[in-house]
């Protein structure tokens, strides 16, 4: 005889977020944050897509940009395993010059050592990004893995299928899979939400930079490495707070490949265009997603800690989508006697 055991909904809900806790868990301690990236920015452009095209076509168009993307990236990883070191070569010297002909004292008592020091530290950096760029290692595998996957959420997001096979409709199996779905659904509501304001974000200061490296050109000062000072700018621009650190912190130093005067006037520009962008920032991230910086910044700490990068990137989304959940969850509040 068929016995059953009731449960309810809030307790299918409970369970979803549970395990959809447990699996973020597990992307962070497995390592698999830019697998998981790629699906969920996979998804967001064919959120987009979708909304212009039929869903084949989207699919099509979505392949047609991947190759283009991945044919761009591997350029810019060429050029700035190229390009970074030798303007940290040049730039540390200037550098260096500049402090003892105006009589500062330098922080450290070898310039060679540092100048050694600091290109050993940047060839590692960029040799791991190298070989996280080359074809057939498994960080590649992941993101085609990722890739196709998100191509099969995009045609059929659903879970359960076979839902009219069971003999109990509202089983456990169901409502939790329909509770499950609702937690990635928030999730990239939170990801479109977070994400979204910083492309926007992004895409303004890489167009205003562009503008910059331009006008630089017109007037017979071009700025070198010009294609890896846009893609930097860009990619940078992802990350909340410190993406614009590190990217003008390039641009610094390339421009003092040229001279101390051209990196001045990079950095008089950056810092122009820095406050130009509170204003920007705190109408796009202060409508959108209404996190204090403080919070963000501890959210970011923690993320590169557990994650590197790739948590960096999820720290703020994971930040909003907690505060999405537990904004939909009511609270009673036991008001104490009065004596």
């Not at 993307?69 to 070569?89: D, Q």
């Not at 040799?127 to 996280?132: E, G, N, P, W, Y």
């Not at 937690?183 to 990801?191: D, I, K, M, P, V």
Request: charged share 10%.
């Amino acid at each position: 005889m068929l016995t059953t055991t009731p449960v309810t909904d809030q307790t299918a809900a409970r369970l979803s977020f549970a395990a959809f806790l447990v699996i973020l868990c597990g992307v962070i301690y497995f390592g698999l944050g830019t697998p998981f990236i790629t699906i969920l920015f996979g998804y967001l452009t064919l959120h987009y897509l979708g909304k212009q095209l039929r869903k084949p076509f989207a699919i099509l168009a979505f392949g047609v940009l991947v190759f283009i993307l991945f044919y761009l990236f591997a350029h810019f990883m060429r050029e700035a395993v190229r390009a970074l070191p030798l303007a940290a070569s040049k730039a540390i010297p200037t550098i260096v010059n500049f402090a003892d002909q105006y009589g500062f004292n330098a922080p450290f008592d070898d310039p060679e050592g540092l100048k050694s020091y600091a290109l050993q530290s940047l060839n590692s950096q960029l040799h791991f990004l190298a070989r996280f760029a080359q074809f057939f290692t498994k960080e590649f595998v992941y993101v085609i893995i990722a890739l196709v996957a998100t191509c099969g959420i995009f045609a059929s997001g659903r879970v359960d299928l076979g839902t009219d096979s069971y003999t109990i409709r509202n089983n456990l199996y169901s409502v939790f899979a329909q509770k499950l779905t609702a937690r990635f659904g928030h999730f990239f509501q939170s990801f479109h939400t977070v994400m979204g304001a910083q492309v926007v974000i992004s895409a303004v200061n890489t167009f205003f930079t562009g503008m910059f490296v331009l006008s630089l050109s017109l007037f017979g000062m071009p700025m070198p490495y010009s294609f890896v000072i846009i893609v930097v700018t860009f990619l940078c621009g992802l990350l909340p707070i410190v993406g614009n650190l590190i990217s003008n912190t390039i641009i610094f130093g390339i421009g003092l490949t040229q001279s101390v005067q051209m990196g001045v006037l990079s950095l008089a520009y950056l810092i122009t265009l820095h406050k130009f962008e509170y204003f920007l920032n705190s109408k796009i991230i202060g409508g959108r997603i209404k996190n204090p910086m403080w919070l963000t910044l501890i959210s970011l700490l923690v993320g590169e800690r557990l994650a590197g990068i790739p948590g960096m990137i999820l720290a703020p989304v994971i930040l909003n989508y907690l505060k999405l959940e537990g904004s939909k969850v009511a609270v009673e509040i036991a008001h104490p006697p009065r004596q």
